[in-house]
């Protein structure tokens, strides 16, 4: 169950229900429980969802037994609510007073490569100092493998294409 605020498109009334989902087969439907009040203005409609989830929550203990009161439910979930509009009122943010400060590129090299360092694969071959080429190699297959997910060979290919051409 929940409260849902329903508004016609012509009228400023807006009418606070309690539905039911209902699930048959893949279509979901929903069941007015009950039909709240209708508001004028946002002092009344505050007012009539608290009393939704007073309703609700004694309906809710109702049909199954519950480890709080009625009430106390109640008071939760309208602290919650409170607190999420209270958050979603501090995250609002006005576009025009944004300015872009500077900008990043990164690419795949400096983004993957250090999960990859992290991951321990640059320690893969033995005695890294001695085989610095081939730890190049590894490292750029890899890379290559992230940003154009080929086959292996193609792989090896482009990067030996890139490493003699470029």
Not at 14 to 33: C, E, P
Not at 64 to 83: C, H
Not at 145 to 159: D, E, L
Request: net charge positive.
């Amino acid at each position: 169950m929940f409260v849902r605020v329903k508004t016609s498109p012509n009228s400023p009334k807006k009418s606070v229900q309690i539905v039911l989902s209902i699930r048959k087969g893949k279509t979901v439907s929903q069941k007015i429980v009950r039909h709240v009040g209708t508001a004028l203005d946002d002092d009344e409609l505050a007012k009539l969802k608290e009393l939704a989830e007073y309703i609700k929550a004694k309906l809710e203990s109702s049909s199954n037994p519950t480890l709080f009161r009625p009430e106390t439910v109640a008071e939760m979930a309208i602290a919650a609510r409170k607190a999420k509009e209270k958050q979603e009122e501090e995250l609002r943010v006005n576009l025009k007073n944004l300015r872009e400060e500077s900008i990043i590129v990164l690419g795949i090299h400096e983004v993957y490569g250090t999960i990859y360092k992290d991951l321990g694969f640059d320690k893969v071959i033995k005695n890294p100092q001695r085989n610095v080429a081939t730890n190049k190699n590894l490292f750029n297959i890899v890379m290559a493998r992230i940003a154009n997910p080929s086959s292996k060979r193609a792989s090896k290919c482009n990067s030996v294409r890139e490493r003699f051409w470029n």
